[in-house]
């Protein structure tokens, strides 16, 4: 089977410092992947080329790239899946994350995000006798995020560490409610508290989806993320924006079956706080201006009852 790879390159040594694209015909097996054919590129093709792997079953999580636009293990990639009629296949480095050289990527960041959410066990106990015990039904619920090996695909697609680096990330996040929900630890309200005050914590997730689209192991980090929120809210950890914005939206669905728009960002940020209502004026205005701005008069959803029957089933 031919193919051709699009692959993007970077030289540190090179003094511009610029990233080219560089094309390469190989000729590969049909049930070959993606790591396969870079392997023969770098093998018979260009010795320069560098890229990492290691186990090439999926579970060291070291070949993680962008294929096509999107992270993804390569060595879980096949060719055909995503060229089956020999269409080029473009590869480069994961994103937000520092190139190295051509597809290697440094994991310095990543690692510096999982160690902000102390992924490990605090008991409040020593057992007198043997190791610290949890249920199998507790253990099954950690088992989904205990999957995650540490690949940075949901990092390197991540919508907001486009524009925030300090944004904990998801796989961080994830990591985070993996303890959070163990029941031997013993600092689980300290963690919410750190996550919910701390700015880049979870309420800064904007819900993309793209985390759980390029998981190659069904962590699902947003739907982690979100159990973290209604934890936070369970504990009565609501005296943050992203708390506030969240209480507000539900109850006006709940009180007129859709979100009013004008009130919203008030509620959110707090009537009488001065200080952000103030920030707010200038956006509020240009959108004022347009003729995009939320109308302050809120009409409820004629079907509004269906919705608050909703609620109440759900709350019961």
């Not at 991540?158 to 904990?168: G, K, P, R, S, W």
């Not at 369970?234 to 669905?253: C, P, Q, R, V």
């Not at 201006?289 to 959803?301: D, Q, T, V």
């Amino acid at each position: 089977m031919n193919v051709n790879l699009k692959i993007k390159r970077f030289d540190p040594t090179d003094s511009s410092k610029n990233s080219w694209w560089q094309e390469y015909d190989v000729d590969i097996h049909k049930d070959s992947t993606v790591l396969d054919a870079l392997i023969h590129v770098r093998e018979y093709e260009d010795t320069s080329l560098a890229l990492r792997c290691a186990c090439r079953a999926s579970i060291c999580g070291s070949c993680g790239m962008k294929v096509n636009g999107s992270a993804k293990l390569v060595c879980k990639t096949r060719v055909v899946e995503i060229a089956p009629n020999s269409e080029q296949i473009v590869v480069e480095p994961m994103g937000n994350q520092p190139v190295i050289k051509d597809l290697v990527v440094s994991l310095d960041t990543f690692f510096n995000q999982i160690k902000r959410v102390k992924p490990y066990l605090q008991p409040d106990h020593i057992p007198e006798t043997g190791e610290y015990i949890a249920s199998n039904e507790s253990m099954e619920n950690l088992l989904t995020a205990m999957n995650c090996i540490m690949c940075g695909c949901c990092v390197s697609d991540c919508t907001v560490l486009e524009v925030d680096d300090n944004f904990i990330g998801p796989a961080a996040l994830a990591k985070a409610w993996r303890f959070v929900d163990d029941p031997r630890d013993s600092k689980k309200i300290d963690r919410l508290k750190d996550l919910n005050d701390e700015d880049g914590g979870f309420w800064d997730c904007t819900r993309c989806m793209q985390c759980v689209e390029v998981c190659p192991k069904g962590v699902d980090p947003m739907d982690r993320i979100m159990e973290l929120r209604d934890i936070a809210l369970t504990n009565g950890l609501d005296n943050t924006y992203g708390a506030k914005h969240a209480k507000a939206a539900s109850n006006h669905i709940e009180h007129s079956g859709r979100i009013d728009e004008f009130r919203l960002p008030l509620e959110s940020k707090g009537i009488f706080n001065i200080k952000e209502i103030v920030k707010l004026m200038l956006p509020g205005l240009r959108f004022a201006l347009k003729k995009r701005a939320p109308s302050p008069i809120h009409f409820k959803n004629p079907n509004q009852k269906f919705v608050k029957n909703l609620f109440k089933k759900v709350e019961k």
